[in-house]
């Protein structure tokens, strides 16, 4: 499961940002996870509870912003929902592309 390796490097990463903010405790930690990330968000959830565990972080909830796939046609223009890499089907134009818009993050994106 390497949702956890991924959620000590949020608790770290988060600990930092709340000491350099002057924090002693963070009550929530907010993350992008893209849609193809490859990041399970319950997994993630799990393994934050189990990465926090005697870090100033042992009170904070996790919470997650899915971000949806999303890829860019550049012969019609169109944006459009994917499915799976490595091609994205256009809709529009039925042609492959393989401009990826969103859906690969995965970022810190708040402490409080």
Same mark, same amino acid.
Request: with cysteine.
């Given at each position: 499961?390497?949702?956890?390796?991924?959620?000590?490097?949020?608790?770290?990463? *988060?600990? +930092?940002? @709340? !000491?350099?903010?002057? %924090?002693? $405790?963070?009550?929530?930690?907010? /993350?992008?996870?893209?849609?193809?990330?490859?990041?399970?968000?319950?997994?993630?959830?799990? *393994?934050? +509870?189990? @990465? !926090?565990?005697?870090? %100033?972080? $042992?009170?904070?909830?996790?919470? /997650?912003?899915?971000?949806?796939?999303?890829?860019?046609?550049?012969?019609?223009?169109?944006?459009?929902?994917?499915?799976?890499?490595?091609?994205?089907?256009?809709?529009?134009?039925?042609?492959?592309?393989?401009?990826?818009?969103?859906?690969?993050?995965?970022?810190?994106?708040?402490?409080?």
């Amino acid at each position: 499961m390497h949702e956890l390796s991924i959620a000590t490097a949020i608790v770290e990463q *988060a600990g +930092e940002l @709340a !000491r350099a903010d002057g %924090a002693d $405790a963070v009550s929530a930690v907010t /993350v992008r996870v893209g849609e193809l990330s490859g990041v399970v968000p319950e997994a993630l959830d799990f *393994a934050f +509870e189990v @990465a !926090r565990d005697g870090t %100033a972080l $042992a009170g904070a909830r996790l919470v /997650v912003e899915p971000v949806p796939a999303r890829a860019w046609c550049e012969p019609c223009a169109e944006e459009f929902a994917v499915g799976m890499p490595p091609f994205f089907w256009c809709p529009a134009c039925d042609r492959p592309s393989t401009a990826l818009r969103s859906g690969r993050e995965l970022e810190i994106t708040g402490i409080a």
